[in-house]
């Protein structure tokens, strides 16, 4: 899923989304397109992103929001 598709569907502002992905919290394959880079989002990525933005427009913190959002990302698997 690319950078666009993925801004629609979970409604995160891009530089929100873009912060993830600086903090480590995310690692979009980089597809290279021309003279820049795409990002393509997993559909792991893309449950992370939607479970962290949960938090964060709850009023978590980003850390704390990354911890909640993996906390119940893993207990869904189990």
């Known amino acids: 899923m690319q950078t666009s ?3 629609k569907k979970v ?3 891009r530089h929100k989304l873009y912060y993830l992905e600086q903090k480590g ?3 979009p394959k ?3 397109k021309g003279d820049i ?7 792991e990525d893309y449950q992370k992103i939607e479970a962290i933005w ?3 427009k709850r009023g978590f ?3 704390v929001a990354y911890q909640k959002a993996m906390e119940k990302l ?5």
């Open 61 to 63: 913190k980003h850390k």
């Open 25 to 27: 919290y995310i690692r």
């Open 11 to 13: 409604d995160i502002p």
């Open 5 to 7: 598709e993925l801004l």
């Open 54 to 56: 949960h938090f964060l």
């Open 30 to 32: 980089r597809l290279p």
């Open 74 to 78: 893993n207990h869904k698997q189990n």
């Open 37 to 43: 880079e795409a990002r393509e989002y997993s559909q």
